[in-house]
């Protein structure tokens, strides 16, 4: 059985969307988001990994959980998972 798998980078488009999700899961306050978010689309080198898992429904596309990890710094190969939250 096939499944559609629509976990992807986030796109500046999805901001909105994701700042409603923390906003459901009381993380922190969602306007921080867009500080936190910059240097992901702002530089190429950036090896922060933002994902997000974008809804098939009909009825509205969109993104509906949220993940950011990064490198831990001073070490090779292990990364922090700082953020993870499903509307």
Known sequence: MMTNINIRPV??????DLKEIIEANDLFPPDM?????????????NSDLWLTYESNKPE????????YCA???MTEGTWNLY?????
Do not use: R, T, W
């Open 11 to 16: 796109k500046s488009s999805d901001l909105d």
């Open 33 to 45: 988001l867009d500080g936190m978010i910059a240097d992901f689309f702002d530089d190429e080198n």
């Open 60 to 67: 509205k596309v969109a993104p509906v959980a949220i993940a």
């Open 71 to 73: 490198p831990e710094q």
């Open 83 to 87: 953020l993870i939250a499903v509307h």
